[in-house]
Every structure is written in C-alpha cells, then in structure tokens.
C-alpha cells in the first residue's frame, strides 16, 4: 500500500511538472512568433511600398496608433498610405486625433480611404481626413453628428431602497449622474457642449469635401447612406475596393507596382500573448473553457466603456481592433 501511494504521489507531481513545461513552452513560442512577425514586417516596410492601416471597431484614442502613422509620415520607404474603415465612431477626440495624424501625413504623401462595411460618425470623420474616398456600394456611411449619453438609475435605487445624497460647491458640479434626473440646467449645458462640437464636425466635413455649408447641413442629420447613395451625395469620391483605391494613388504617381504593406500594431510579446488566439491557446493549456479567454482580455485591461462626447452610430462595447 505504502509503494502504490508513493506511485501515486510520483505521478501526480510528473503531470505538475509537465503541465509546467507545457505552459513555458507554448509561451516561448508565443513570443518567438511575435518577435519573428515583427522582424519580417520591419524588413517589408524598409523597401518602398503602399502603406495600409486599419480603423476597425470602436474609435478611442490610441497612442501606439498615431505613434505609427507618424512613422509612416515620416518613412521615406512609403509612398502612399491607403486608411481601411470599418468602424461605427466612437469619441470625438478619438475621431479628431486620428484626423488630425492623417493631416500630417497626407502633407507628405497621398491618403485614400477605402471603406469596408461602416464607415459612420467618428469613422467618417476619419474617412474625410483622406484626399480621396472609396466605398463598396453597399457601405453604410454617414451618421454625422456628436451625442451624450449617461444612466438615469433613480427609480431603481428607489425599488432597492437606496437614497444617495451629494453635497457639491455648485449646481451643475458632476451633472449629470447617475442617481438622480438631470435637470433643465444640466441638459442645456450638455446640449451647449453637444452643439458646439457638433459645429465644429460639420465644419470639418465641409472643409473635406466638395459641398457647400447649406448642404453639408442637409447630410449632417444622424442619417446613414449606402456608398452608391454617398457618392451621389458627395460624401465619398468613388464606389470600389482596394484596387480602386490603388488606381487612384497611381493617379497621384505612385507606383502600382508596389506591394501594399499592412502596417499592424507594434505588440509587445506580452500584448500578442494576450490577443484573442493566443488567450485560446492559454485557456486550453490551463483546462479553461474557451469563453474564459474574453475573461482574460478584459481583465488584461480591455476598455468597454467610451466616455465623454461620442460620434457614433448604434454604441457597441467593442474596442477598436488593430489602429
């Protein structure tokens, strides 16, 4: 009895070793892909080239985002960028701080925007930093407009039983909240702010593209449009794909030869371990059920909540994938 407990007690300690070694191994060859990956993409971006980034998902800022598009600004190895969106908006000063890095590189060298499914609000706003603006016909463009958007929770704190009181220096200090209805002041000061940046949208949009104020005005309603519908509008200058979006940097001299490199995000070892196939591979290492890897990026630190002013069409939680 003793040696077939000593066996067990063996075994036992052998699966923990090799569970172990398994773990350090899948992570040893999660970062020798990654370093590999961004080796090869170096050696790519070093020969002259057609850029591509992707806006996709929800717009926030992002500083690793407008860190690369300066590079790309600044590489004399690209010669044209081609923007790829598919994205409903997000914040404002996401939209305007990825507008204004296109800005500068459009100052160097030639900016296409080539629409994928969506291309609404803040991601419009993008869009429009571009000289020159592709759509599928069946794109979805447009939502231009800005919104606040906050929970009243009052009536079911009242149900729970639950009163929070706030003591504030004045009025409209921390309005609106959560737990009480915003009042008359409270709304007019957030519509101010609404309408002020909703202004500055439309002017920006007019001073994009080929309309004059009265009709920028008559699009900037919140509607959406197809791409065939957009381009009629004006609101984007060609109906196609990335080919179309070639055509036109040739047209501006570039060569349509090049290759066109995506420039993905420059993740760290740590960040492609934490990405969504390899949070898998680390679930089923572990024993985990594979939803358990979503658990594990959002504890990683994934944003689900957009604050402050928004430009977006039908708010999801999803943040933007790959700038």
């Known amino acids: 009895m003793t040696q077939s407990a000593d066996a067990i007690i063996d075994r036992r ?14 992570v040893i060859v999660a970062l020798g ?3 590999l990956i961004n080796f ?21 800022e992002d500083d690793e985002l407008l860190d690369r598009l300066d590079k790309i600004a600044e590489s004399n190895a690209v010669k044209g960028l081609i923007v790829s969106v598919d994205s409903p908006g997000g914040t404002t000063a996401g939209g305007e701080a990825i507008f204004d890095a296109l800005r500068k590189v459009a100052e160097k060298k030639p900016v296409v925007a080539q629409v994928g499914t969506l291309a609404a609000s803040a991601g419009y706003m993008i869009a429009s930093a571009a000289d020159h603006i592709v759509a599928r016909q069946s794109s979805i463009v447009g939502s231009i407009g800005v919104l606040f958007q906050y929970p009243d929770i009052s009536q079911l704190l009242t149900k729970l039983g639950v009163k929070v009181e706030t003591i504030k220096s004045s009025p409209l200090k921390a ?29 920006l949009v007019e001073s994009r593209r080929p309309l004059d104020h009265a009709q920028t005005l008559a699009l900037a309603n919140g509607a959406v449009f197809t791409g065939r519908q957009a381009l009629d509008n004006k609101l984007v200058d060609a109906l196609g794909g990335e080919d179309a979006a070639v055509d036109w940097l040739k047209s501006k001299g570039v060569d349509g030869n090049l290759s066109v490199i995506e420039w993905k995000p420059e993740k760290s070892g740590t ?39 928004l430009s977006i069409w039908h708010t999801e939680t999803a943040p933007v994938k790959g700038q």
Do not use: C, Q
């Open 13 to 26: 300690r052998l699966r923990r070793k090799l569970t172990f070694w398994r773990i350090a191994t899948l």
């Open 175 to 203: 309005e609106p909240n959560f737990f009480s209805p915003a009042s008359e002041e409270a709304k007019a000061m957030i519509r101010n702010m609404i309408m002020d940046s909703y202004d500055w949208f439309v002017g």
């Open 33 to 35: 892909i990654a370093a």
């Open 40 to 60: 090869t993409s170096g050696i790519g971006r070093n020969t002259p080239h057609i850029a591509k980034v992707k806006i996709e998902g929800t717009i926030l």
């Open 271 to 309: 960040g492609w371990f934490l990405s969504e196939s390899a949070a898998r591979l680390l679930t089923r290492a572990l024993g985990l059920p594979e939803e358990s890897g979503s658990l594990l990026r959002e504890v990683a630190g994934e944003r689900i909540f957009a604050p402050g002013l």
